[in-house]
């Protein structure tokens, strides 16, 4: 089946331009001036922008964590996801006690499969890394699976790994060409917080900020880029939302180093004074939100280009789930929404003037695809690449409430919010999966993209 886009204006990291576009099937075919089909369907986008679709490389679909699952199935996750513009999502396999890694890729990818409507990858999240662990991560590798995440924190929930064992994974990861990804925070300094405030009968969900504040963070990003650079291995630095932490990553960048780092829509656009509402809890992840001063260093990161990538961290629990820490922060399970939100909050940022266009697509599409080893079929718009495209209006308002979005979740921290410029069109592979506020795609549709961090 042959399609036409005509007379859009394509955007990708690098190149803003006028051409039609032809589609064949699932990948795109040529790019050019005054194309013509003999059959198919011909979509006219005059005054619309064409950019490759999003890439969230960081999700958690019906996982289970913080006393119950996150809220969003896979089927409901990725649904979301094409409303939003994201055409590959990466979701965290979580390693069980006394599992292996392909055991657990395995037992993810059963669940994720006839559920998920555009392209998944997984990161394993390695939480017990005994010698035959470390063994299979050459495996993991072999598999499509180039990419591991080490939790510095959440100690009490048994995610957490060590120095040492991040030592040994880093140092590994640079013998099997594998990409460590850290959630840096200082797992002691939040316990002993968060017992002090409570003890102290401090349980609002301020005491959530306050219990693993700026220092905590930036202690824990300078710990890991520290091991990194020893080690000489890469990292990748997860939703980072502190000033020094920030600071710390431009420098390791600077001597050379190959540090990325990745930050969230909600950090660059909330700040801690969120932790003060009524409805503080639903906005408690972590990190938490933070300063004005950090937000403005994360958006001084983008420009520079020393943040590398922006994705979401969706975890949302549903409101009754978050009430359960209305007397105890540290009864509020981690986690908020943003995969709907993600490509449509940064390129409305765009619109309104902030940053290119270009920026948007190398920092939510392109170069997410080539760290993490999809490129060149996804994060792009050239001949030969898969068609996941967004055609997107630059004139269409949009205010973000619940009821419009796409995800199971019963509310949205993004409720009211109003945006310049909205994806009209999400195509997955060729395949219309979202139309002007409407979800067109089936679950089942998205495929496990095995990938390579091979050069
Ligand atoms: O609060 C968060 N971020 N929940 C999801 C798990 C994680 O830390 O990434
Ligand atoms: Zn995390
Ligand atoms: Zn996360």
Same mark, same amino acid.
């Given at each position: 089946?042959?399609?036409?886009?005509?007379?859009?204006?394509?955007?990708?990291?690098?190149?803003?331009?006028?051409?039609?576009? #032809?589609?064949?099937?699932?990948?795109?075919?040529?790019?050019?001036?005054?194309?013509?089909?003999?059959? *198919?369907?011909?979509?006219?986008?005059?005054?619309?922008?064409?950019? $490759?679709?999003?890439?969230?490389?960081?999700?958690?679909?019906?996982?289970?964590?913080?006393?119950?699952?996150?809220?969003?199935?896979?089927?409901?996750?990725?649904?979301?996801?094409? %409303?939003?513009?994201?055409?590959?999502?990466?979701?965290?396999?979580?390693?069980?006690?006394?599992?292996?890694?392909?055991?657990?890729?395995?037992?993810?990818?059963?669940?994720?499969?006839?559920?998920?409507?555009?392209?998944?990858?997984?990161?394993?999240?390695?939480?017990?890394l005994r010698a035959e662990v470390l063994g299979e991560l050459e495996d993991a590798?072999?598999?499509?699976?180039p990419s591991f995440k080490a939790f510095m924190a959440y100690k009490k929930a *048994? #995610?957490?790994?060590?120095?040492?064992?991040?030592?040994?994974?880093?140092? @590994?990861?640079?013998?099997?060409?594998?990409?460590?990804?850290?959630?840096?925070?200082?797992?002691?300094? /939040?316990?002993?917080?968060?017992? @002090?405030?409570?003890?102290?009968?401090?349980? +609002?969900?301020?005491?959530?900020?306050?219990?693993? =504040?700026?220092?905590?963070?930036?202690?824990?990003?300078?710990?890991?880029?520290?091991?990194?650079?020893?080690?000489?291995?890469?990292?990748?630095?997860?939703? #980072?939302? &502190?000033?020094?932490? !920030?600071?710390?990553?431009? @420098?390791?960048?600077?001597?050379?180093?190959?540090?990325?780092?990745?930050? %969230?829509?909600?950090?660059?656009?909330?700040?801690?004074?969120?932790?003060?509402?009524?409805?503080?809890? &639903?906005?408690?992840?972590?990190?938490? !939100? @933070?300063?004005?001063?950090?937000?403005?260093?994360?958006?001084?990161?983008?420009?520079?280009?020393?943040?590398? /990538?922006?994705?979401?961290?969706?975890? $949302?629990?549903?409101?009754?789930?978050?009430?359960?820490?209305?007397?105890?922060?540290?009864?509020?399970?981690?986690?908020?929404?943003?995969?709907?939100?993600?490509? =449509?909050? !940064?390129?409305?940022?765009?619109?309104?003037?902030?940053? +290119?266009?270009?920026?948007?697509?190398?920092?939510?599409?392109?170069? =997410?695809?080539?760290?993490?080893?999809?490129?060149?079929?996804?994060?792009?718009?050239?001949?030969?690449?898969?068609?996941?495209?967004?055609?997107?209006?630059?004139?269409?308002?949009?205010?973000?409430?619940?009821?419009?979005?796409?995800?199971? /979740?019963?509310?949205?921290?993004?409720?009211?919010?109003?945006?310049?410029?909205?994806?009209? !069109?999400?195509?997955?592979?060729?395949?219309? /999966?979202?139309?002007? *506020?409407?979800?067109?795609?089936?679950?089942?549709?998205? &495929?496990?993209?095995?990938?390579?961090?091979?050069?």
């Open positions: 089946m042959s399609l036409l886009i005509k007379n859009g204006t394509i955007i990708t990291a690098t190149d803003t331009f006028k051409a039609d576009l #032809l589609i064949e099937g699932e990948k795109i075919i040529s790019i050019g001036k005054d194309l013509t089909i003999e059959q *198919g369907e011909i979509i006219d986008a005059t005054d619309q922008y064409i950019l $490759p679709g999003a890439i969230d490389v960081h999700t958690h679909l019906e996982m289970p964590f913080g006393g119950t699952v996150s809220a969003d199935s896979y089927e409901a996750g990725t649904r979301a996801a094409a %409303c939003g513009g994201v055409t590959t999502v990466f979701d965290f396999a979580i390693q069980n006690e006394g599992q292996g890694l392909i055991e657990t890729i395995n037992k993810r990818d059963k669940l994720c499969a006839p559920q998920a409507c555009v392209d998944y990858a997984f990161h394993v999240a390695i939480t017990d590798v072999a598999y499509g699976v *048994g #995610l957490m790994i060590d120095d040492a064992v991040l030592a040994d994974l880093l140092e @590994k990861s640079k013998e099997v060409r594998a990409l460590i990804g850290v959630h840096a925070e200082n797992a002691d300094l /939040v316990e002993s917080r968060t017992e @002090k405030f409570l003890a102290e009968g401090k349980t +609002s969900a301020w005491y959530h900020y306050l219990s693993r =504040p700026e220092f905590v963070e930036a202690e824990a990003n300078k710990r890991a880029i520290h091991l990194a650079k020893s080690l000489d291995a890469p990292i990748y630095i997860v939703h #980072l939302a &502190n000033a020094e932490g !920030m600071d710390e990553v431009t @420098k390791a960048r600077d001597e050379g180093y190959e540090i990325y780092a990745e930050t %969230c829509p909600q950090y660059l656009h909330f700040t801690k004074e969120v932790y003060k509402r009524e409805d503080g809890r &639903n906005f408690v992840c972590s990190p938490p !939100m @933070k300063s004005q001063e950090s937000q403005a260093a994360l958006w001084e990161g983008i420009k520079r280009g020393d943040i590398s /990538v922006v994705a979401t961290d969706h975890c $949302p629990f549903q409101s009754e789930e978050k009430d359960w820490g209305e007397d105890d922060f540290s009864k509020i399970p981690n986690g908020c929404m943003g995969v709907e939100n993600l490509y =449509p909050y !940064m390129l409305s940022e765009a619109n309104k003037g902030r940053i +290119s266009f270009n920026k948007v697509v190398e920092l939510c599409s392109s170069n =997410p695809a080539r760290i993490f080893g999809c490129a060149p079929d996804k994060g792009t718009i050239a001949p030969g690449a898969d068609a996941d495209l967004v055609i997107y209006d630059p004139k269409q308002e949009f205010t973000i409430t619940q009821d419009k979005m796409h995800s199971d /979740v019963d509310h949205t921290i993004w409720e009211g919010l109003q945006l310049k410029g909205y994806p009209r !069109m999400t195509f997955s592979r060729g395949r219309l /999966v979202f139309k002007e *506020g409407k979800f067109l795609g089936e679950a089942g549709w998205g &495929n496990f993209i095995k990938r390579s961090l091979d050069k």
